[in-house]
């Protein structure tokens, strides 16, 4: 068996941490991550549109809807077309939504405080940075990639 390239390992590390992070902030906190993204930014800037929630997000705009209908069926938001452009769909948070942030925004800061307990700001600023790298260069290589028939 060939050994890995220890840039690959640390892709692959990359991966593992993230769905590491994912199933513990929603066993944690009760909520999904990408759920409690779209609650928190709602609650933050009350009502917008599906498009300007995605952009913001960073979120596909088709799985942001499947994430919306899910929400919107547990009654954590409203969904209605924009008075000024049909063509939109605006989202807000129900009284239930609001209640639900206010009640784990204490739960979602002692959870980060546990998980970065002990990295200096140094260690912070230096992940952060790598992050940003890598995230620059992941989106550059998407917008030149080809077409392909199964991405619409």
């Known amino acids: 068996m060939p050994t890995e390239l220890p840039a690959f390992k640390v892709v692959q590390q990359l991966g593992r941490t993230y769905r590491a992070l994912l199933s513990a902030f ?16 709602l609650y933050q800037r009350e009502e917008r549109s599906q498009k300007d929630l995605a952009e913001d997000l960073r979120m596909d705009p088709a799985a942001l809807t499947r994430q919306v209908k899910a929400m919107q069926r547990l009654g954590l938001i409203a969904r209605r077309s924009d008075e000024r452009d049909n063509r939109l769909t605006n989202v807000m948070l129900t009284a239930q939504g609001r209640k639900v942030v206010r009640q784990t925004l204490p739960q979602r800061t002692r959870f980060f405080d546990q998980l970065l307990e002990g990295l200096s700001e140094d260690d912070l600023q230096s992940v952060s940075q790598l992050l940003d790298v890598l995230e620059r260069r992941l989106r550059g290589e ?11």
């Open 142 to 152: 998407m917008s030149r990639a080809p077409f392909r028939a199964d991405r619409g």
């Open 26 to 41: 929603d066993i944690n906190l009760g909520q999904p991550l990408p759920r409690w993204r779209i609650l928190l930014a």
